[in-house]
């Protein structure tokens, strides 16, 4: 649910799922939603169109994301963008439910995209779990290098947003 109404940050949840249930099984059932909702998502967007995204994003921008997801470079545009933290991945879904990806090509860059976040989140909430101040900072660091990382490749990456993307 928190894919389809992606109103709640994906991050809470998947941390919850890593206190609740440890690292590996919190992994386990949170990607098990992701991927649903994910599915779901763009089976929304292909069933009603532009009436599931046009309170969410003009039609300028998918526009414009279509022709950089089905551009020269293939879907390697698409896949970026759901590695990179701080994008809204849940709407991307809903997004590409407009375009004419494949469905199996959507699943493999969600799936693959979206892995070292929810990674990062679940072994973040399990060290919390167990008092593993370790485990919590090795994750926070690690999630803090990523972002670093991307600060540091911010301006082609506002550039690419800007003549892409409008959110």
């Not at 690292?23 to 992701?34: F, K, N, Q, T």
């Not at 089976?43 to 020269?72: C, N, S």
């Not at 660091?141 to 892409?164: D, E, N, S």
């Amino acid at each position: 649910m928190q894919v389809v109404i992606f109103f709640i940050p994906g991050e809470v949840t998947q941390c919850a799922g890593g206190y609740i249930f440890g690292a590996w099984l919190g992994l386990v059932l949170s990607y098990l939603g992701i991927t649903l909702g994910s599915l779901t998502a763009f089976a929304l967007a292909r069933l009603f169109e532009h009436r599931a995204t046009d309170w969410l994003v003009d039609r300028q921008t998918i526009r414009q994301f279509d022709r950089l997801v089905y551009g020269k470079s293939g879907c390697w545009p698409m896949f970026i963008l759901f590695v990179i933290p701080g994008i809204p991945k849940d709407l991307l879904c809903y997004i590409a439910g407009l375009t004419p990806m494949p469905v199996g090509t959507f699943l493999v860059i969600s799936i693959i995209g979206r892995f070292p976040g929810v990674f990062l989140s679940s072994f973040f909430g399990d060290g919390l779990a167990e008092r593993s101040w370790t485990v919590v900072g090795l994750s926070t660091g690690i999630t803090l290098g990523l972002l670093g990382f991307v600060y540091l490749l911010r301006a082609p990456i506002k550039r690419f947003r800007r003549q892409y993307l409008v959110f």
